[in-house]
């Protein structure tokens, strides 16, 4: 084998290296970013929820001006109310799925 063919066989091998190290770099950095990415992904979906449903965002807006709650009772209020929608949401399309099979 000629000294050409073996600088190049190390130099690959060297390259091969550092894309290993590289990835796992990636990796370290995608994972870290994870739970940050998926609250904010839960944060759009919560967005995009209240700017389709406007009447329930008034509905709910009117409850609390009724109710006059602190801030934390409300806030409470407001996550009960959504988890409770999501639960009735979910649970409607898993019956109306069931029933077009």
Known sequence: MNKQMLALMQRRAELQARIATQREQVAAAAMRWQAPLAL???????????????????????????????????LTAGWRMWR????????????ASRSHH
């Open 40 to 74: 904010a992904d839960k944060g759009l979906a919560a967005i995009r929820f209240l700017r389709s449903n406007p009447v329930l965002v008034a509905a709910v807006v009117a409850v609390i001006a009724i109710r006059r709650r602190n801030v934390a009772g409300m």
């Open 84 to 95: 409770w929608y999501k639960s009735a949401v979910s649970f409607s399309a898993k019956i």
